[in-house]
């Protein structure tokens, strides 16, 4: 049984969002926000233990499980869920709070932190690339680019066509357990399954992709670079904290390069040998090393 609730909200972006909720109302806010292919259940084993001294909202974000799926892949650019995010805390009267993102979450979670300073108090990351350093590693890390490269396949419109001939089934065998170990996820193959299987979810999913500015070269390309990537880049203002599986088959070690010129304030917790999927694959490290951070931080 979950120790947590599962509720759905409207949001004045225009979408709605199913979201666990845990913990009392009047504690600290934090906001878990998941990534590809999942849901709040990314953060099963860490909202229950956060929830004792936290109100922790886990939403699913739009285009996944049974949120809203708005059609057309302008509705999935990374302002529309940073914009829920705001909408999902401003619903609860929550002022300022602790932000936490896994792999797209966290891409979200990145961009929600710069362009809201006044409301995200403190941020955690788990395996999900800053958004300077991982396009500059797509142009310079050649083992970062070629992990990459997955990326443009989500992107063909034709993936859908490949989902549709083999089925969820060797998609979640085949492909998805390429970066995890089976034994530690096995018994979620079934919810998976079923949340994938929901009414345009698994387009509204690969959306996220599409609509997604960062460039994958080609391996033999050599595209011109983008221009920011020369130039200054807005450090963070808010103490954050990085926690990486360095066993991450598809976001590289080279994403923590550089990051301490760009976060004042940092703390790098390296989980060595746990993977991408680090919130369920080693849960324990995981919460704990989010808990040491807060108490650190007085929060």
Do not use: C
């Given at each position: 049984?979950s120790?947590?609730?599962?509720?759905?909200?409207?949001?004045s972006?225009?979408?709605?969002?199913?979201?666990?909720?845990?913990g009392?109302?009047t504690?600290?806010?934090?906001?878990?926000l998941?990534?590809?292919?999942?849901?709040?259940?990314t953060?099963?084993h860490?909202?229950?233990?956060?929830?004792?001294?936290?109100?922790?909202?886990a939403?699913?974000?739009?285009?996944?499980?049974r949120?809203?799926?708005?059609e057309?892949?302008e509705?999935?650019?990374?302002d529309?869920?940073?914009?829920?995010?705001i909408?999902l805390?401003?619903?609860?009267?929550?002022?300022?709070?602790?932000l936490?993102?896994?792999?797209?979450?966290?891409?979200?979670?990145?961009?929600?932190?710069?362009?809201?300073?006044?409301?995200?108090?403190?941020?955690?990351?788990?395996?999900?690339?800053?958004?300077?350093?991982?396009?500059?590693?797509?142009?310079?890390?050649?083992?970062?680019?070629?992990?990459?490269q997955?990326?443009?396949a989500?992107?063909?419109?034709?993936?859908?066509?490949?989902l549709?001939?083999?089925?969820?089934?060797?998609?979640?065998?085949?492909?998805?357990?390429?970066h995890?170990?089976?034994s530690?996820?096995?018994?979620?193959?079934?919810?998976?399954?079923?949340?994938?299987?929901?009414?345009?979810?698994?387009?509204?999913?690969?959306?996220w992709?599409?609509?997604?500015?960062v460039?994958?070269?080609?391996?033999?390309?050599t595209?011109?670079?983008?221009?920011?990537?020369d130039g200054?880049?807005?450090?963070?203002k808010?103490?954050?904290?990085?926690?990486w599986?360095?066993g991450?088959?598809a976001?590289?070690?080279?994403?923590?390069?550089?990051?301490?010129?760009?976060?004042?304030?940092l703390?790098?917790?390296?989980?060595?040998?746990?993977?991408h999927?680090a919130?369920?694959?080693?849960?324990?490290?995981?919460t704990?090393?989010?808990?040491k951070?807060?108490?650190?931080?007085?929060?």
């Open positions: 049984m120790e947590f609730d599962l509720q759905r909200v409207a949001l972006t225009g979408v709605e969002l199913d979201f666990a909720v845990a009392h109302a504690n600290p806010a934090i906001i878990l998941h990534g590809f292919p999942e849901s709040h259940r953060w099963r860490q909202i229950a233990d956060l929830a004792k001294d936290h109100f922790v909202l939403p699913d974000q739009r285009g996944f499980a949120s809203s799926k708005p057309g892949v509705n999935y650019t990374p529309k869920p940073v914009a829920d995010l909408a805390a401003d619903r609860f009267d929550i002022e300022r709070f602790t936490v993102g896994h792999d797209w979450g966290g891409a979200i979670a990145w961009m929600a932190a710069l362009n809201h300073p006044d409301r995200i108090a403190r941020l955690i990351i788990v395996n999900a690339p800053h958004p300077f350093v991982f396009q500059k590693t797509l142009f310079d890390d050649m083992a970062q680019r070629e992990a990459s997955y990326i443009t989500f992107r063909n419109p034709e993936f859908e066509v490949y549709e001939r083999v089925g969820f089934n060797e998609f979640f065998d085949k492909n998805f357990l390429r995890t170990d089976f530690k996820v096995a018994d979620e193959k079934p919810i998976y399954l079923e949340q994938w299987s929901q009414p345009g979810a698994m387009t509204a999913m690969l959306n992709y599409r609509a997604s500015a460039q994958v070269p080609a391996m033999d390309a595209p011109e670079r983008p221009a920011f990537l200054p880049f807005p450090p963070l808010m103490p954050t904290l990085v926690i599986g360095m991450d088959k976001l590289l070690p080279s994403q923590l390069e550089g990051l301490d010129a760009l976060i004042p304030d703390t790098i917790d390296r989980l060595d040998g746990v993977g999927f919130p369920w694959e080693a849960p324990n490290q995981v704990a090393a989010m808990r951070w807060l108490e650190a931080q007085g929060a």
